[in-house]
């Protein structure tokens, strides 16, 4: 089992940033891969961001955003940077053991808000 917790969501302003924390418990991030995804009302969750022995951006955050993580505080991180409304949601963190990039996820966090003014 693995317990996530998010923080750092808010209100930014466009061209802001935001950092993401995601806070991992019952085992160790090391070994496994960590993701950030976001839902954005109305919409589908999408991925944003993964992390194991590389890191992968999706095309829409490329460039503005970067995921890394401390695994001495077994912690992974979202810096935000060059925010635009269009970043506005609910962002997610989530665990998945087996390594894979873009499979299915087993653990989820409860999300934070992230809501970007123009």
């Known amino acids: 089992q693995v317990q996530l917790v998010e923080s750092g969501g808010g209100l930014a302003q466009a061209g802001g940033s935001l950092r993401l924390s995601c806070a991992a418990s019952g085992r160790t991030i090391v070994a496994i891969t960590m993701g950030w995804f976001r839902q954005a009302p109305g919409k589908e969750r999408e991925f944003v961001a993964a992390?194991?022995?590389?890191?992968y951006y999706s095309n829409s955050v490329e460039g503005r955003f970067t995921i890394s993580r401390d695994n001495a505080l077994n912690t992974v991180y979202l810096q935000m940077n060059s925010l635009k409304p269009e970043d506005s949601a609910v962002y997610y963190c989530?665990?998945?053991?087996?390594?894979?990039?873009?499979?299915?996820?087993?653990?989820w966090g409860q999300g934070t808000q992230v809501t970007v003014s123009s």
């Open positions: 992390i194991n022995w590389g890191t």
């Open positions: 989530a665990a998945d053991p087996s390594g894979s990039v873009f499979g299915a996820y087993d653990y």
